[in-house]
């Protein structure tokens, strides 16, 4: 397994297994390692991810777009409950314009999905047995993790030619805890993720400023049942960095880091998983944030 910063192949530095998820071994705020899934490991997803695909019934009055862009965020899943009790569950969000007036697919349905979310770790055996993988488990131990638990995950297709623009943003704008700087993504490539196909761009360093914005649930019977507090920096596209990255590889990802990803003009999918972990000791989360753990579904602890 080669780790790597911005690209440079670099052993893991000396004081790698004391740094805590408030430090990566890494200035920047996140950091590769290519290899960490085999190539069997990567297909055993994308074909399971494939059954569940073709088993998907999502009635017409419960299909959302998904979108960054903060307006539609509000409009689409923040007003719609099939999205805000998605937490402990397996539910299907999909592309912008795949849907006619009424409803029904103007693409064939699996091509037109955006993502699954949010609790493929809890419900799904094969997407569970990854997240809680002996590496998985040593890399977070290596991190310096206590008590990490797994608050949410994801798997995010990129469909070839629509495959929607990520803004830039932050996860803890949505995974929101007191203190800053304890949660930490983990995305992994299911298949080469390239500039052309929407790869993830970085500001490298940006994770040291803070939160500027937070999308906080509204009170219950409310609509839209989200808003956000502050708003997003018109950041200058020059600082970003582009980070390909080849099927197999994991990127940590620092809750506070500024990322996104362009919208996938190729013929070529992108598809990924990727997972959340709060380090929980000494943590709160906050009671605001649309994700909110159920009596169904505690965050599970990483560690088995």
Same mark, same amino acid.
């Given at each position: 397994?080669? !780790?790597?910063?911005?690209?440079?192949?670099q052993p893991p530095p000396p004081g790698f297994r004391q740094l805590s998820c408030l430090s990566l071994p890494s200035k920047d705020g996140f950091l590769v390692l290519e290899g960490f899934l085999s190539a069997e490991e990567c297909v055993a997803m994308q074909q399971?991810?494939?059954?569940? *695909?073709?088993e998907m019934d999502v009635p017409p009055h419960c299909r959302t777009e998904f979108s960054t862009h903060e307006e539609e965020q509000l409009q689409a899943q923040g007003s719609t409950d099939y999205f805000l009790s998605s937490g402990d569950k397996i539910r299907f969000f999909f592309e912008k314009g795949v849907f006619d007036e009424k409803g029904n697919f103007l693409v064939p349905p699996e091509k037109s999905i955006n993502k699954i979310g949010h609790a493929l770790h809890a419900h799904d055996p094969i997407f569970r047995s990854i997240t809680h &993988?002996?590496?998985?488990? +040593?890399? +977070?131990? &290596?991190?310096?993790?206590q008590m990490p638990v797994v608050v949410q995950s994801m798997y995010i297709f990129k469909q070839p030619h629509i495959g929607g623009e990520v803004f830039p943003h932050q996860d803890a704008s949505f995974l929101y805890t007191e203190p800053l700087g304890r949660v930490l993504g *983990? !995305?992994?490539?299911? #298949?080469?993720a390239t500039v052309e196909n929407g790869c993830l761009w970085f500001i490298p360093g940006s994770h040291t400023s803070g939160v500027s914005r937070r999308m906080v649930r509204a009170p219950a019977g409310s609509a839209p049942g989200t808003s956000f507090l502050g708003s #997003?920096? +018109?950041w200058d596209s020059s600082l970003f960095v582009p980070t390909p990255v080849q099927k197999g590889a994991l990127v940590l990802i620092h809750g506070e880091v500024v990322h996104k990803s362009k919208q996938n003009l190729s013929d070529c999918s992108r598809q990924a998983y990727t997972f959340h972990l709060m380090e929980a &000791?000494?943590?709160? !989360? &906050?009671? #605001?944030? !649309?994700?909110?753990p159920t009596a169904e579904l505690p965050f599970p602890p990483l560690y088995t």
């Open positions: 397994m080669q !780790w790597h910063d911005l690209g440079s192949p399971r991810i494939g059954k569940i *695909v073709a &993988s002996p590496k998985v488990q +040593a890399l +977070a131990r &290596s991190l310096g993790l *983990v !995305w992994i490539a299911l #298949e080469d #997003e920096p +018109a &000791s000494g943590t709160t !989360w &906050s009671p #605001e944030n !649309w994700l909110q």
